[in-house]
């Protein structure tokens, strides 16, 4: 039946984090490999009150479809959460999406071509590669250093795809605590990344999950804040901000990249669900988002130091080992010496009942095999510190077998 499948899906392979994830499903495994959302998060109880009052008082409304470009009240509420952050959106700059991984789906299908060139982080969002894959985008990845995305390696990349006759589309960037490495982008990066795709005439695509999730320093402004063009196209999800399963996103693009956002989701869903869009809505204007985000800011931070605290404690000392320590989001970063392949350890921490997510399937041009990605978010203090331990024993194991001469750690 091979023959039936499309030569876009024929190209596209599974996601080695969501198959890895069916394994870490076992409860004795602590799993630090999936990025989902702490659920003692979750509005469950005040989002069952709103639906449930929605359900039975104005079912007419909230089980009708919605308009594609999303629910009037449910943007206005969003227009509000924004302003403070110095994104001036009107209603009608914003799309509500079936979450963001919906908005990466329309801007492949609003914006990219087979065989256009998108530039993207070393490493990124594998379920945006996943995307890009799958309507033959030609990515081209960009190291990323402590500030972010490296422009002079962006500026040089450029140059060789111009000078080989490709047609250059677009910037990938989830600019704060990023998915997968806890990095944040510095406003000046930010700033030198607007400069430059207004000099090559390239979209900039934010995707922004975890910027509200910042626990600790103080906030950058987002890229689309800085953009006088409309070349921004900006992603925020509702998934790690209220919860996930709702699926709900919105999206921020101006002119005729938003009409043909509107078209492609047209063809794709007609809308996202009208009743989740009012549960949202009402939460914003009952309870508030910053005011939500305030009480869960703390867990997550207290995850994190909890995260740090045990891998100083746990990791063999002076063998290279290094990791990021994010103000905000869900993940940690860790660079084991070159030689240790991470896709090789996770079958011996599994059976140390410990998960993570081998770093290589996140860097779209190969390398990173001696990086992984820890989420702090889902186990509580304790199995924060007893996964560590576990992890530290695998880690020492293979630096043996490596038989590696002890460097400094840096
Ligand atoms: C950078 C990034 N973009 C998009 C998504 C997709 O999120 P959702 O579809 O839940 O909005 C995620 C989820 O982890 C992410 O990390």
Redesign the pocket.
């Known amino acids: 039946m091979n023959q039936h499948l499309s030569k876009r899906v024929s190209g596209a392979k599974r996601s080695a984090i969501r198959e890895l994830l069916k394994l870490t499903e076992r409860p004795d495994v602590i799993s630090f490999a999936g ?1 989902l959302p702490a659920p003692e998060t979750f509005p469950g109880e005040k989002l069952a009150e709103i639906a449930a009052e929605e359900l039975r008082e104005r079912p007419q409304d909230v089980l009708q479809y919605s308009t594609t470009e999303g629910s009037r009240r449910l943007r206005d509420a969003i227009v509000e959460w924004l302003e403070p952050q110095g994104v001036h959106a009107t209603r009608d700059e914003l799309l509500v999406t079936t ?4 908005g ?1 789906d329309l801007v492949c299908k609003a914006f990219l071509d087979p065989g256009d060139v998108l530039f993207c982080g070393l490493p990124t ?1 594998l ?2 590669v996943q995307a890009f894959n799958l309507f033959q985008v030609d990515k081209v990845g960009v190291p990323l250093n402590e500030d972010g995305m490296d422009v002079d390696v962006l500026q040089r990349r450029i140059a060789e795809q111009r000078a080989a006759g490709k047609r250059l589309k677009a910037i990938y960037v ?1 600019p704060d605590f990023q ?1 997968p490495s806890g990095i944040t982008m510095s406003l000046e990066r930010r700033k030198q990344l607007l400069e430059i795709a207004k000099r090559e005439d390239l979209l900039i695509i934010e ?1 922004n ?1 975890y910027g509200h999730l910042r626990f600790a320093g103080t906030a950058i402004p987002p890229i689309a804040s800085l953009d006088d063009e409309g070349r921004v196209v900006m ?1 925020v ?1 509702f ?1 790690k901000v209220l919860c ?1 399963g709702l ?1 709900l ?1 919105v999206m921020l693009a101006r002119g005729v990249l938003m009409d043909a956002l509107v078209r492609a989701k047209q063809a794709t869903d007609l809308c996202t669900s009208k009743l989740i869009q009012i549960m949202a809505a009402r939460y914003i204007e009952e309870v508030g988002l910053e005011n939500h985000l305030e009480t869960i800011r703390p867990i997550y931070r207290v995850k994190k130091e909890a995260m740090v605290r045990a891998l100083e404690t746990y990791m063999p000392k002076n063998a290279g080992i290094r990791w990021t320590n994010p103000d905000g989001g869900l993940f940690v970063w860790v660079w084991l010496p070159e030689g240790i392949d991470t896709e090789k350890l996770i079958d011996r921490a599994i059976e140390h009942n410990v998960a993570f997510v081998p770093g290589a399937s996140a860097f779209v041009d190969g390398s990173g095999k001696n990086t992984l990605r820890l989420a702090f978010s889902l186990m509580d203090e304790e199995k924060i510190d007893e996964g560590i331990r576990r992890l530290a024993g695998v880690v020492e194991e293979a630096l043996a077998a490596l038989e590696t001469t002890p460097i400094e750690a840096h």
């Open positions: 990025g979450a963001s991984q919906q990466l969002y379920g945006a989830i998915n995707d999950p992603m999800t998934s996930s699926r996103a």
